[in-house]
């Protein structure tokens, strides 16, 4: 939907654009006061750049989809963000994908500046720096971005993960916070049921979180890269839970 919007928008602009430009009258190449004029295909070219500007965006970037796994389990893309940002030859593709992501962002920060309430330039400025592995700069555009969203529950759950990745998977307050606020509007939402048992956990409770990994994993495909994460909790739980078991005086 994110996508979807951005292309919509775009594609307003493009409309503006078009109606700004002054028409060229049959067989006649200036206006009158002399100002240039612009022919049906030339206005139409000029009005296409800012969907084509957005397209290529999100091609650099990637889907701008909801994570369907944390982003300390997906290694492809911390491995690629930092090949990216350790390359030195400028014929690697890497680094030039690298390069122009930079570049679009660097766009849309001077769009925020003028209008600091462009929802879609904060999604977009998170999810890009959090591609090149900007951590800290994608915390703070989806801090910006979840408030100006009216607290939307897809950006809450968003906003944490990357808030727990910059904390080394810690879940502090406003993370457990965001975490609640996302699984109150979307009880069934894999990533919210995750880290909501991820909390349990570093909450000591054990048991409870077992609870929650275990109905998590039954509701997962197995070809499902949450699969695997949720697999490893239960049974770093179980293991947890038999120590604990173990220690107690008979």
Do not use: C
Request: hydrophobic share 45%; aromatic share 8%; proline share 6%.
């Amino acid at each position: 939907m994110i996508w979807l919007g951005l292309v919509i928008l775009a594609a307003f602009g493009g409309l503006a654009i078009y109606a700004s430009l002054p028409r060229r009258a049959a067989g006649v190449d200036k206006g009158p006061n002399g100002s240039r004029t612009f022919g049906p295909m030339a206005r139409i070219g000029f009005s296409t750049l800012p969907v084509i500007a957005a397209v290529i965006l999100y091609s650099a970037i990637g889907m701008p989809q909801i994570p369907s796994r944390p982003y300390s389990e997906r290694a492809g893309e911390r491995n690629l963000a930092a090949a990216a940002a350790a390359a030195t030859d400028m014929t690697d593709p890497d680094f030039q994908t690298d390069q122009q992501i930079r570049r679009l962002l660097s766009q849309i920060v001077l769009s925020l500046e003028a209008n600091p309430r462009n929802l879609q330039g904060w999604v977009v400025l998170a999810r890009g720096s959090l591609r090149l592995g900007d951590i800290e700069r994608a915390v703070a555009a989806f801090a910006r971005a979840y408030a100006l969203s009216g607290h939307n529950p897809l950006l809450a759950i968003e906003y944490a993960d990357t808030r727990i990745t910059a904390q080394q998977g810690q879940i502090d307050k406003v993370s457990r916070d965001l975490i609640l606020h996302a699984l109150g509007q979307m009880p069934n939402h894999q990533l919210s049921r995750y880290y909501y048992g991820m909390m349990l956990k570093q909450q000591d409770k054990y048991q409870q979180a077992l609870n929650v990994f275990t109905d998590l994993y039954r509701d997962i495909p197995k070809d499902d890269p949450l699969s695997g994460a949720t697999e490893a909790e239960i049974q770093l739980l179980n293991a947890e839970i038999a120590d604990a078991t173990q220690a107690e005086p008979n």
